[in-house]
């Protein structure tokens, strides 16, 4: 793996792996504190809204920033461009959030009957703003490989989450105070990406011409063609990953939907590695596409390895250490432990499923193929829960998440090898 790679991905491996530490820690408490699965799945049913409302506000743009960036970064003639680029950027998603948070607001407040878990979910959706302003800004700072920032960003948001949760659990909020931590936690963590003095962030506002107010039609278009097959597939990613909760919650109730999201809460957990090393590959990929496809191979089979060895120390953590601390701390949520084991199977599926997705994205000529493949196994997902679930409640969701990786990673790497590496 080049140097590079290898440094950025320590940098948010270690930050990573702190704040999957104290948000596991944070989960117990909070699982805890709130006590009954039922109100623990009203707040797991609000956290799903706020993911998918993210992707849909989000709709591909961190990736295409990340991406234009990437390719920009490098070349002295591009500051103004650049600078155009951050500033539309912003304002293009900021008027998208209220568009879309207003739709949704509408929706909600029809079609769901039980208003506690409208008003969890709306407070809970209303941090996408400060998220995608924080979002902007990290996805600049990835694009010029300046993970390091990244990781301190990461940090603060995970630290302020947990403090502001535990300060309003333990005073007695309740789930709102729950939700309310996740708000907070996303409001001070775009105040700290605009207070953190990071030269690179204002060297390129220093040196260009371009007012940070310039906005002209060919950039929104630029920003919109390019973001759509990225905001796609991080709406089909997120359908994907939170439908199984939402239909626990809606066909089996509050109860099982609390159950079978504290057991996906741990699985979450251990994402982050692969997550990493994603963030990491992802602009250093862009570059090579153009002029070394040789090279990409390489570094695709060396993380595949990497990957492919992690997961099976994760799997086994996770399969020995999680039922046990479930039996003496969370005894409530015993029955989560056979859905637990189910959803372990998962990891080896999610960790080598990476390094394939990403050679795929960071380049516009296999976007169409992508969204294709996504479509069939978002499909798959949406057709096996609705089939399982109604019988068999959340060890249903849990096996067609199972399924669905595996199914995933077919259909990525026979594509993979016959559309990208037959070139060469």
């Not at 568009?99 to 769901?112: K, N, P, T």
């Not at 941090?127 to 603060?156: H, M, N, R, Y």
């Not at 990493?276 to 153009?290: D, E, G, K, N």
């Not at 249903?396 to 669905?404: D, E, H, I």
């Amino acid at each position: 793996m080049p140097p590079g790679i290898f440094r950025n991905s320590s940098y948010l491996m270690t930050a990573q792996l702190f704040t999957k530490v104290v948000s596991f820690f944070y989960t117990i408490y909070l699982i805890k504190i709130l006590g009954d699965p039922a109100i623990f799945g009203l707040y797991t049913v609000a956290l799903s809204y706020f993911s998918l409302i993210s992707a849909l506000a989000e709709f591909g743009i961190n990736r295409f920033l990340t991406r234009q960036t990437a390719l920009l970064s490098n070349k002295k003639d591009n500051k103004n461009k650049l600078s155009e680029l951050f500033c539309s950027v912003l304002l293009f998603r900021l008027a998208l959030i209220s568009v879309v948070y207003a739709l949704f607001a509408l929706f909600l407040r029809v079609s769901d009957p039980d208003h506690m878990r409208v008003a969890l979910t709306l407070l809970a959706v209303s941090a996408v703003l400060p998220q995608a302003i924080a979002f902007t800004l990290d996805s600049a700072f990835v694009g010029v490989e300046k993970l390091f920032w990244s990781s301190v960003g990461l940090v603060c948001l995970n630290i302020a989450t947990t403090l502001f949760g535990v300060f309003l659990l333990s005073n007695g909020y309740g789930v709102f105070g729950a939700v309310s931590a996740i708000v907070l936690g996303q409001i001070f963590y775009c105040l700290v990406l605009f207070i953190i003095p990071i030269k690179l962030g204002y060297r390129y506002l220093k040196e260009t011409k371009t007012s940070p107010h310039a906005l002209s039609f060919e950039m929104l278009r630029e920003i919109a063609v390019g973001s759509l097959p990225y905001g796609i597939l991080g709406v089909l990613g997120l359908i994907y990953f939170k439908i199984d909760a939402l239909l626990v919650a809606y066909i089996r109730g509050s109860y099982e939907a609390g159950i079978y999201g504290a057991a996906y809460k741990f699985l979450e957990a251990v994402v982050f590695i692969p997550a990493t090393v994603a963030t990491a590959m992802f602009p250093v990929l862009a570059r090579l596409h153009s002029n070394d496809l040789a090279q990409v191979k390489r570094l695709y089979f060396k993380s595949l390895k990497l990957l492919f060895a992690a997961s099976f120390v994760v799997l086994l953590g996770f399969v020995v250490v999680l039922p046990i601390l479930i039996q003496h701390f969370l005894p409530q949520y015993i029955n989560a432990i056979p859905t637990l084991l189910i959803l372990s199977l998962t990891i080896p599926f999610i960790f080598i499923h990476v390094p394939g997705s990403l050679v795929l994205l960071s380049s516009d000529r296999y976007l169409t193929g992508v969204i294709a493949l996504s479509v069939i196994t978002v499909s798959f997902n949406i057709a096996a829960n609705l089939m399982l679930i109604p019988m068999f409640g959340y060890n249903g969701a849990a096996v067609v998440t199972v399924l669905s990786e595996a199914l995933s990673f077919v259909v990525f790497f026979a594509f993979l090898q016959r559309q990208v590496f037959k070139r060469l």
